[in-house]
């Protein structure tokens, strides 16, 4: 397995531009949109495909059941 880095610095605005190592690995263009898969305490990007950001958006107005503090206190050993 061959790992390779690439960095990128963020702007006061907390943009970045993505490496072009990463970019034509992913085969990223632009207006295209990216994934970050949290796991733990690594991050995996990815290109995100339609469906994720369309599934992603229609579900965002309705999982307000746990939005509170207390239900973050209360549910937060789950």
Same mark, same amino acid.
């Given at each position: 397995?061959? *790992?390779?880095?690439? !960095?990128? $610095? /963020?702007?006061? $605005?907390? @943009?970045?531009?993505? #490496?072009? #190592? !990463?970019? =034509? %690995? /992913?085969? %990223?263009?632009?207006?295209?949109?990216?994934?970050?898969? *949290?796991?733990?305490? =690594? !991050?995996? *990007?990815? $290109?995100?495909?339609?469906?994720?950001?369309?599934?992603? @958006?229609? /579900? @965002?107005?309705? %999982?307000?059941?746990?939005?509170?503090?207390?239900?973050? +206190?209360?549910?937060? +050993? /789950?």
């Amino acid at each position: 397995m061959m *790992i390779s880095t690439s !960095v990128s $610095k /963020l702007t006061s $605005k907390y @943009q970045t531009t993505v #490496p072009e #190592p !990463v970019r =034509n %690995l /992913l085969h %990223l263009g632009a207006g295209d949109t990216i994934a970050f898969d *949290i796991e733990d305490s =690594n !991050v995996h *990007i990815r $290109k995100a495909r339609s469906v994720d950001t369309v599934f992603a @958006q229609s /579900l @965002q107005g309705t %999982l307000t059941e746990w939005a509170s503090a207390e239900d973050e +206190e209360a549910y937060s +050993e /789950l």
